[in-house]
């Protein structure tokens, strides 16, 4: 699996510190609140490693981390670094921030501590408000972003699975496997051992039922349009 080397990190920093344009934007967000508590405690001091990546806390921890993640990011963080963390160009793309003891050490710092130049908010302090395991979640999230073109190879196979749950006669299992096996392919941009994918996202929908089905389609079809 791809690593991100030490100076495609620096460029990260650097673009943090280069985003005078959004001094203001970032100045004037008010950070709102992360639900944590289906989360493991990781006590009081801060931690310099992630500890809800997968191949330490394990799938189910991993998933409640990528969710309150998900919902704290795109709360927090998306007006400067967008969307799904696909930055516009105008902040760093955290997606590349390297999946390991070096990268975390990074990000938990600037989580804490914000980044201001001249008197000027370039980023806030997250630290006091949201806590260490908001910080956490959001960067299981940031970590677990595919890497551009991740879905190209299977787009096809997934848009046919994608009309097979729309007709509402699939065999669930089987297609709840074959996504899986897909899942298990997708590599991520930061180099972390699991990536939160359309296709996962659609396996763990379906439950045999026909309402989870229909979910499972639009996981698909969300994750296949983003992806372009």
């Not at 934007?25 to 639900?35: K, L, S, T």
């Not at 996202?201 to 296949?224: C, W």
Request: one cysteine or more; hydrophobic letters at 40%; proline letters at 5%.
């Amino acid at each position: 699996m791809p690593r991100i080397n030490r100076p495609v990190l620096i460029r990260v920093a650097l673009g943090l510190i280069l985003a005078g344009t959004l001094a203001d934007a970032h100045g004037n967000v008010a950070p709102q609140p992360v639900n944590t508590d289906a989360l493991p405690d990781v006590g009081e001091e801060w931690l310099i490693e992630n500890p809800y990546r997968a191949d330490k806390a394990g799938d189910e921890v991993w998933w409640q981390a990528v969710q309150i993640g998900d919902s704290g990011f795109n709360q927090n963080c998306a007006r400067c670094h967008g969307l799904g963390a696909v930055s516009g160009g105008l902040a760093p793309d955290l997606r590349f921030l390297e999946a390991s003891e070096y990268g975390d050490e990074w990000f938990a710092d600037r989580f804490q501590h914000g980044y201001s130049q001249d008197g000027t908010t370039k980023m806030p302090a997250f630290g006091e408000v949201l806590g260490q395991k908001a910080a956490w979640a959001i960067r299981t999230y940031i970590e677990t972003r595919p890497e551009d073109g991740a879905l190209d190879a299977s787009s096809d196979r997934l848009m046919a699975i994608r009309d097979e749950l729309n007709g509402g006669a699939a065999d669930t299992a089987a297609l709840q496997a074959e996504l899986n096996g897909i899942a298990a392919q997708v590599l991520t941009a930061s180099g972390a051992p699991k990536a939160d994918s359309a296709p996962l996202r659609a396996a763990l929908a379906l439950d045999g039922s026909p309402e989870s089905q229909k979910h499972a389609a639009e996981m698909l079809t969300i994750g296949l349009s983003a992806a372009k």
